[in-house]
């Protein structure tokens, strides 16, 4: 349930009690650590003190490292639309490293009480070819939170998202306890101050779990190929299929679907530009 200290916090499946148990030698010599989220088998070695040691990690059907969480599906993606104002830019770089890791973003934009009327039908009409599920939510107000927790159902979830997006206050509200630690947002940068210091699986109900991490320290996108791309934005890679020429980079080739799509309004003019931002970074960084 949480890696804290050296130890490693196992629920045995049906139980309610916790036992802190230590990796053995054998995952230190194979370069092998447990993540939050994995499923172990372990022996106990204490029973009155609840102690046990891991001996066995069972095969990953999803891991990322930056949190170090494991056998997730989905994540939330959680950015406020004002304080901090938003990056579409980096939101995208999420999608498209979720995308790339098979799981599943559902995009949250929090603190909608400080929304503008306008805000919530322009990033729909931005994100919503996507076909990604997007929630409005505040934890001030205590509001768009039914939406949310019905997407978890039966789910392993984490959050991601930058310092200051209302992760913490989202966290707390959805598990119905103050488990995270908020923060708030510096006047002089702009920016979160971190509160969550290490990572731990919350169960919210049954077969409903969802991870407090630290936040993705890092969003990278630098380990693929410019031509995967394409594939990590549903949109474009689901009208893509339409472009004259096989391959087509969706930049300046003639007969582009993508680019006709976006000229009717089809695909937003945000993502296409930020498909490209993207696309020209990897193109260019295979020249050094």
Do not use: W
Not at 33 to 51: A, M, S, W
Not at 128 to 140: A, L, T
Not at 261 to 281: C, K, N, T
């Amino acid at each position: 349930m949480k890696a804290l200290s050296g130890f490693y916090y196992v629920l045995p499946d049906g139980e309610e009690t916790v036992y802190a148990c230590r990796a053995k030698g054998v995952f230190r010599k194979k370069n092998q650590h447990p993540l939050v989220g994995d499923i172990v088998q372990f022996d106990v070695t204490h029973e009155k003190d609840l102690e046990g040691n891991v001996t066995a990690i069972e095969e990953r059907e999803s891991f990322l490292i930056r949190p170090p969480v494991a056998n997730c599906d989905q994540a939330l993606v959680i950015f406020a639309v004002h304080t901090p104002d938003l990056n579409h830019n980096q939101l995208t770089r999420y999608l498209v490293m979720l995308e790339q890791k098979s799981i599943r973003p559902i995009i949250v934009f929090s603190k909608s009480d400080l929304n503008d009327p306008q805000d919530e039908e322009q990033l729909r009409r931005i994100y919503e070819p996507c076909g990604y599920p997007i929630c409005f939510v505040s934890s001030k107000e205590e509001c768009g939170m039914e939406g949310v927790l019905e997407l978890l159902k039966g789910h392993v979830t984490t959050v991601a998202g930058p310092s200051g997006a209302g992760k913490s206050a989202l966290i707390n509200a959805l598990s119905g306890r103050k488990v995270a630690q908020t923060g708030s947002v510096s006047e002089k940068t702009g920016r979160g101050k971190q509160t969550t210091r290490h990572t731990e699986l919350l169960r919210i109900a049954k077969d409903t779990y969802l991870f407090d991490t630290p936040g993705f320290s890092s969003i990278e996108t630098k380990q693929m190929e410019k031509e995967e791309l394409s594939s990590y934005f549903p949109e474009i890679h689901r009208i893509g299929c339409g472009c004259r020429f096989r391959g087509c980079a969706h930049d300046k080739e003639p007969g582009c679907a993508v680019k006709e799509a976006v000229e009717a309004g089809e695909i937003s003019e945000q993502r296409y530009q930020d498909y490209l931002l993207i696309y020209h970074e990897l193109r260019d960084q295979k020249k050094y």
